[in-house]
């Protein structure tokens, strides 16, 4: 008898992807902020007008997703006095480990550092 697993096939969205990455992404120390300026503009224009949530969940990550294998791009701010090299890494290998942990295998991690905070808002 098949195993049911076995049955069909499993399709992740692109935004839960990017979910997921970006979570992941924010927990690293070092990163400041997620998103180009352009994002970060239209966040604090949100804000303004009580909407500060939305987009908040997948803002400055992008992914591509091909079956189980995926592409992820973060766009970040990092925080002043951070050796770039080690955050970008901490990203990167966060971002695979929290993809991966679904079944799903990250290909390629793109960290663009849009910007770097001197001081707190």
Do not use: C, W
Not at 28 to 50: H, M, T
Not at 85 to 93: D, I, K, L, N, P
Request: aromatic letters at 4%.
């Amino acid at each position: 008898m098949e195993v049911a697993a076995y049955r069909g096939q499993t399709h992740f969205e692109r935004e839960v992807v990017e979910k997921l990455a970006a979570a992941a992404a924010r927990s690293v120390p070092g990163v400041d902020e997620l998103g180009g300026d352009v994002a970060r503009f239209f966040n604090s224009v949100l804000d303004k007008i009580g909407l500060d949530k939305v987009g908040d969940a997948t803002r400055g990550v992008t992914a591509s997703v091909d079956g189980l294998d995926v592409e992820i791009t973060v766009v970040l701010v990092i925080a002043a006095g951070k050796v770039v090299s080690e955050v970008t890494a901490a990203v990167r290998t966060a971002v695979i480990a929290a993809v991966e942990n679904y079944g799903l295998h990250v290909s390629n991690v793109d960290v663009k550092v849009d910007d770097i905070r001197l001081h707190p808002e």
